[in-house]
């Protein structure tokens, strides 16, 4: 068995500011540059507890976590029930479509319903803007909000963080545990396409611009939200072509058919024609240049088939480092590492704890 690595040192991990900003994670205000900060710091050591034979701690054994979604997802609910379960939380899986809400029963009674058996954790994706805020009314839990409407989805800006964090560390040779969030100061980011109906947007313009980044929107007049207040961007622009050679991040966003985003444009024909990364424009990039995407990939729409393949293109190490990033906020959010009565904290993951089984 591998010897699990160095780890943060716990006196650097305390106090954790999820616990400080509340109990909740609703949108990426919650945290702040610091809480940003440690959030990635925290996901270092369960990136290290990835790379183990067995990746799994006893971090939050005996505390369970409900996935509550009422809108479909493949990456965030698998994602954050194979973290839940990397931390040895037992896990439930509830989706609305197959659940008595089918037969009138409200979502508060619902939650209320599920809360009633012992939960710990709410893991909230909904249609509608807000409703994970609603559910932390109605529960003692925690709620996170894993995608609401196009409000926010504040763990997708996390694992995207962490993810240009790591490779700007890999490139400069160093450890990323060593890196702060220094990388993202100037580092310009161009987020393009359909910004008005995209939580993925919201919560990504608030964690780069918090860390010191340039975000600039690229999308049609029709795609941009009506008002940018509250969002903290260097400038829009409607020339991808213009922008491509300028930004070291080309972040796309899916174009929303499921909210109405094609009836704000002539076609989808045209839209590729004027905002997806095609190969041609692809090759407007920087050398050093990333392409992300929060998934799922539009295919031959937002992203050209040859450009989502790329070595430059991190849309599957996001999805990879987004099991880590979610172990990070749970830990943080549902308390330290459980022994007995006491508590530690993620150093223990390291020195107090090896690997578990089951
Ligand atoms: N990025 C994202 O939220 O994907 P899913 O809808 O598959 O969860």
């Not at 692809?282 to 539009?298: F, I, K, Q, R, T």
């Amino acid at each position: 068995m591998t010897p699990p690595s160095p780890l943060p040192d716990a006196d650097e991990l305390k106090p954790p500011p999820l616990s400080d900003a509340g109990r909740h994670l609703l949108s990426i205000s919650d945290l702040g540059a610091e809480g940003i900060e440690e959030v990635l710091r925290v996901s270092d050591a369960f990136v290290e507890v990835a790379s183990r034979p067995i990746p799994k701690v006893p971090a939050l054994r005996g505390r369970t976590v409900v996935t509550l979604f009422a809108e479909e997802s493949t990456r965030t609910r698998l994602s954050f029930e194979t973290a839940a379960k990397r931390l040895s939380a037992d896990v439930l899986s509830f989706a609305v479509a197959s659940s008595s809400v089918k037969k009138g029963e409200s979502l508060r009674d619902t939650v209320e319903t599920v809360a009633a058996m012992g939960v710990d954790a709410f893991i909230v994706r909904h249609p509608s803007a807000g409703a994970p805020a609603q559910v932390a009314g109605w529960v003692d839990a925690t709620v996170i909000n894993a995608g609401d409407g196009w409000h926010e989805h504040p763990t997708q800006a996390l694992l995207d963080c962490y993810t240009i964090r790591q490779v700007l560390a890999e490139r400069a040779g160093r450890p990323v545990s060593e890196s702060g969030v220094g990388d993202f100061a100037g580092l310009r980011v161009a987020i393009v396409g359909d910004v008005a109906h995209s939580r993925v947007a919201r919560s990504g313009v608030l964690a780069f611009a918090a860390l010191g980044a340039e975000v600039t929107l690229v999308a049609p007049g029709s795609l941009v939200p009506p008002s940018l207040e509250g969002w903290p961007v260097t400038g829009v622009s409607h020339d991808l072509d213009a922008v491509l050679p300028h930004v070291d991040v080309c972040y796309l966003l899916r174009l929303q058919t499921e909210r109405g985003a094609g009836s704000f444009l002539p076609s989808i024909r045209e839209y590729t024609a004027g905002y997806g990364l095609t190969l041609r424009r692809a090759g407007l990039l920087a050398d050093g240049a990333l392409v992300m995407h929060p998934g799922p990939m539009n295919r031959g729409v937002e992203i050209a088939d040859e450009v989502a393949d790329l070595p430059r293109s991190l849309v599957l190490r996001q999805v990879a480092n987004g099991v880590a990033v979610r172990m990070a906020v749970l830990f943080l959010l549902l308390g330290q590492v459980v022994r007995g009565d006491a508590t530690g904290t993620v150093a223990d993951l390291g020195h107090g704890y090896g690997p578990v089984d089951g």
